[in-house]
């Protein structure tokens, strides 16, 4: 079974996290299939992309099973999982249900819209294991949400449901379940029936004007995170997480 599924719709490229046993938790080789796939879609006709989860969620993050292979993506100019240090030149939806918590949620803060149905719920569960934010979280959480929020939910790891996060801000639309994708693909659509070279320019402009970029900070967290692995901390954590507490 392929660990990464790519579908088409009108000028939508559906990509889907496809571990549903795992509750789509992206080991080394799902991570490497991301990057296959959204490289696929920078290259396509195809205008936005969907990234989404197959089953009832999007993601629970990094393997912790698989987490010495995904320590040594650290410092991976993609990101440990697979994309989150790329700039994709068109516009990336994430449709989002369940668990969408730890690396999974900077997963979905790289996209640039966030829709979610009511069973979604958000955190960085991966602080009770020492485990880093390394793909993103920490540059792009406070951009979205601000500052003393973004802190809140990086510090105290506490889950979030969807009508909080949809109150402060962290996902754009709440939807009914049955209608996630359809309505993620309705707004994929609607965006790329616009004068497309004018929106593509009118997005980067939003990213260069944020003065220093998430795409040049996300170095400085790569930084800190190569050096908690290095410390040993991501290893104890993770045989943390394999012994069953949680």
Not at 131 to 143: A, E, Y
Request: net charge negative.
């Amino acid at each position: 079974m392929e660990k990464v599924t790519i579908e088409k719709e009108g000028s939508t490229m559906i990509i889907g996290i496809n571990r549903s046993e795992k509750k789509n938790a992206i080991d080394s080789e799902t991570a490497a299939a991301l990057n296959d796939a959204f490289t696929e879609f920078e290259f396509s006709d195809s205008r936005v992309a969907v990234i989404t989860g197959i089953g009832d969620s999007f993601s629970a993050g990094a393997d912790l099973n698989d987490a010495d292979a995904l320590s040594r993506r650290v410092s991976d100019g993609n990101g440990p999982l697979g994309i989150t240090r790329r700039f994709i030149s068109k516009p990336v939806i994430a449709a989002i249900s369940g668990y969408c918590v730890a690396g999974g949620l900077e997963l979905a803060l790289w996209a640039d819209i966030r829709v979610a149905d009511e069973t979604a719920k958000f955190g960085f569960l991966e602080r009770r294991y020492g485990i880093p934010l390394i793909d993103g979280g920490t540059q792009r959480l406070p951009l979205i949400i601000g500052l003393g929020r973004a802190l809140d939910l990086i510090m105290t790891g506490r889950l979030i449901q969807a009508d909080e996060a949809f109150n402060i801000g962290l996902v754009n639309y709440i939807v009914k379940g049955s209608d996630l994708l359809k309505i993620s693909i309705e707004i994929a659509e609607k965006i790329s029936s616009y004068p497309w070279k004018t929106l593509l320019r009118d997005r980067w402009s939003v990213y260069l004007g944020l003065g220093n970029n998430p795409y040049g900070s996300l170095t400085t967290e790569a930084v800190f995170g190569r050096e908690t692995v290095d410390e040993g901390i991501v290893k104890d954590g993770s045989e943390k997480f394999r012994s069953g507490v949680r």
